[in-house]
């Protein structure tokens, strides 16, 4: 088991500061500095520089992060299998999970509950974000599994296979774009569109497929930029501009007529989703949970 002082130093090195590890540990900031100059008595080396309310790990501080990180990720996975190995319904653990924000909001609200049912004594955190951020909480340690959108050219991580989802071309039925259902792509040049923020699968989605018909997203009449898949829903609702969003986010809205689909000639929009891990990390945590949503989504 990893100490108290171990766990205060962990929390110091990940938030870099004294004051905000107090506040997430409940710890007075006193007591924090007497666990790190414990910790540094004991080592006989400092693990902080300490520059005004600026700190950063020295080389022993790097060290003993990167070594404890490792210890706490077999103590945690460790945990999970023994307390399972009677009977799953005990098996305790914590699953830090990051997913995009279709995955977040359309796809896994099903599974969590079902996993929820499965193991009732895990503890879950998810972490909502666009897929370069659940990337880069994934490479900080800051999640241990993550849902994202297409893959990227990074080493460090392992991508699996998840379910596919469409990309859809929407407006409100009151813009004059409603007009029509069937458009040559070329005409998509004249029309407003709001997209999604940088970072954003469903963006990067957008643009692969455009620049396959020869289009570059700088050449679109791009009026707004969105972060989130409902805030750029709620704003095609009462606008006049064309938006693309994945067709899971948009069900009710296309059946209740509030959104109405286009289509335009040879734009066929289709991204993967997939799950990732950091390069040689694969929990039994982790498996239970790719497992039971492979389960729900792949029948």
Do not use: W
């Not at 969590?112 to 193991?119: E, G, K, M, T």
């Not at 497929?209 to 969105?226: C, N, P, Y």
Request: aromatic share 8%; hydrophobic share 40%.
């Amino acid at each position: 088991m990893i100490s108290t002082r171990h766990d205060v130093f962990l929390s110091v090195a990940q938030l870099k500061s004294f004051s905000r590890a107090s506040q997430v540990l409940y710890i007075s900031q006193p007591a924090i500095s007497r666990h790190i100059k414990s910790l540094e008595a004991y080592y006989k080396t400092k693990l902080f520089d300490r520059k005004g309310i600026l700190i950063e790990l020295t080389p022993a501080g790097k060290l003993l992060f990167e070594k404890l990180t490792e210890v706490k990720r077999i103590q945690e996975q460790t945990e999970f299998e023994i307390s399972g190995i009677r009977d799953v319904m005990q098996a305790k653990g914590m699953l830090k999970l990051g997913a995009s924000t279709t995955v977040a909001l359309y796809i896994l609200p099903k599974v969590l509950s079902a996993f929820n049912q499965h193991y009732p004594q895990i503890h879950i955190s998810l972490l909502n974000r666009n897929s370069e951020l659940v990337l880069e909480a994934l490479l900080n340690e800051d999640i241990n599994l993550g849902i994202i959108e297409g893959r990227s050219k990074l080493t460090q991580v392992d991508y699996q296979p998840f379910l596919s989802d469409e990309v859809v071309a929407v407006c409100s039925k009151k813009s004059p774009i409603a007009r029509k259902k069937n458009y040559a792509i070329q005409e998509i040049l004249q029309m407003p569109m709001a997209i999604r923020e940088r970072g954003s699968g469903t963006l990067a989605a957008l643009k692969y497929a455009l620049e396959k018909q020869k289009i570059k997203l700088t050449e679109l009449d791009i009026k707004v930029r969105l972060g989130g898949t409902e805030a750029l829903k709620n704003f095609l609702i009462e606008s006049d501009s064309l938006g693309f969003l994945p067709h899971r986010s948009v069900i009710k809205e296309l059946t209740y007529g509030e959104l109405v689909q286009v289509h335009f000639e040879k734009l066929h929009i289709e991204r993967q989703f997939y799950f990732v891990q950091r390069k040689g990390e694969n929990s039994g945590l982790n498996k239970s949970f790719i497992k039971l949503a492979q389960q729900i989504h792949n029948l």
